[in-house]
């Protein structure tokens, strides 16, 4: 099921045109004017509003009224379509202090799930949510995405995926969509130009995931998989409502999202956030930030394993962490140094953006303790802006999941826009 906007007709108080708007036009492109502003305007006060019952939990119409501003009329108008578009339930009253009970709202989150999964190098997520974000299921598979070809991780995703339809269709629940996060370069089409930790290159991802599917009735997308964690750190993380933000991935491959001005940057193409690209000197070594401070960096440095499966990456990080507490030396001084070097490619990226947080994700979490003091140490010594511009280096608490439950938000985030899901059998 694509999510569209419907036009309908105003309600009661509803202006549908703006006076003197179509002065000089044609009679035709006047009325096609008229009823495009009326759509972009009703689309955006819907959302408005169940915004606003997202951020108070229950409310009723009188108080969207008084905290909107829009007028009583209007707002009974749109609370209208919203339950009826299963966006929106009544949820009990309450006894003001005069007049009969005011019926209170909320976000209904019985009708609907929204899907996000990633594949990467080890592993395969899946998140499920309903529409106020909460979690409906959260799986977790191992999966060699470094040695699967493209068509075995699409079967797999498709897999996957299946399951968890499946499961909500059981409840009851509506798809509203598929999101799913890749790390590596994805254009606006949803074709993987570049995912080199999988081996995949001008790969039509959502193509080939949607006819394994079956063409499902829901879109099916492709993101960045550092695009989606920022989208989960904003909406859900310990800094969530940040305006400006950097993620970074820290799985094998070393991405950056972007949320700039409270919106996530994908640039022209979408192909922002390589930050692991970037080049930096430490100790009078010169390279790219990913080679000297990515998760494969750590590994290639501090494994005890010389060849290392793809499903076996969490587990070596997991050794490693445990070396690092029993404080053995090799380890701790190889961590910090790492630390060192990704605090210099998180300078550059401060000096550009100016950003509020700087979040480490994936495995980055689990060796925060060693690596993060220097980063720390290095962001403050590099940076032209006294104390970092106000940057902090923080850690995700979303951990592995982040970027398949933002996968999941970000079809969220369109509703909250004003584009509205139709409830089946409309």
């Not at 959260?138 to 897999?159: E, I, M, Q, Y």
């Not at 590099?382 to 850690?395: F, L, M, N, P, Q």
């Amino acid at each position: 099921m694509a999510m569209r906007i419907a036009a309908k007709s105003a309600g009661p108080g509803e202006a549908e045109e703006e006076p003197g708007r179509a002065g000089g036009r044609t009679a035709g492109a006047a009325e096609r004017a008229k009823r495009a502003d009326f759509t972009d305007v009703r689309a955006n006060n819907l959302g408005f509003v169940l915004r606003q019952v997202r951020a108070e939990g229950r409310c009723s119409r009188a108080d969207l009224a008084a905290k909107t501003g829009l007028n009583k009329a209007t707002v009974s108008s749109l609370v209208a379509e919203l339950i009826e578009r299963r966006v929106l339930r009544e949820s009990g009253s309450v006894i003001g202090n005069i007049g009969r009970p005011a019926v209170l709202l909320s976000v209904d989150t019985g009708y609907y799930a929204s899907l996000g999964v990633e594949v990467n190098v080890d592993y395969m997520t899946l998140v499920a949510v309903d529409l106020a974000g909460n979690r409906l299921l959260s799986w977790r598979r191992a999966h060699d995405g470094a040695h699967a070809t493209p068509g075995k991780s699409v079967s797999a995703l498709a897999g996957l995926a299946k399951r968890a339809v499946d499961r909500m269709d059981s409840e009851g629940r509506q798809i509203l969509g598929l999101a799913v996060a890749v790390p590596g370069m994805i254009d606006n089409d949803g074709v993987v130009q570049r995912a080199p930790m999988l081996g995949w290159s001008d790969f039509d991802l959502t193509g080939r995931l949607r006819q394994a599917m079956r063409d499902p009735k829901y879109a099916v997308t492709a993101d960045n998989d550092a695009n989606l964690g920022a989208v989960a750190e904003q909406r859900f993380g310990s800094w969530a409502g940040v305006s400006n933000m950097i993620y970074l991935t820290g799985e094998i491959g070393l991405g950056a999202g972007l949320i700039v001005d409270g919106e996530l940057r994908r640039g022209a193409t979408g192909f922002a956030g390589e930050i692991g690209n970037l080049l930096i000197e430490v100790d009078g070594r010169v390279g790219r930030v990913e080679d000297f401070a990515g998760i494969r960096a750590v590994l290639d440095e501090l494994s005890e394993s010389d060849d290392i499966a793809g499903t076996e990456v969490e587990a070596e990080v997991e050794d490693i962490v445990t070396r690092a507490r029993a404080e053995e030396p090799r380890v701790v001084a190889a961590l910090e140094r790492i630390g060192r070097c990704l605090g210099a490619g998180i300078a550059l990226a401060v000096d550009l953006l100016n950003p509020e947080a700087v979040v480490l994700g994936g495995h980055y979490q689990a060796l925060s303790p060693w690596i993060g003091p220097a980063a720390e140490t290095e962001l403050a010594a590099r940076t032209h802006a006294s104390g970092a511009g106000g940057a902090e280096i923080v850690v995700s608490a979303l951990g592995h999941e982040a970027p398949a439950l933002g996968a999941a938000t970000g079809i969220l985030n369109d509703i909250d826009a004003g584009l509205m899901p139709t409830p089946l059998g409309r």
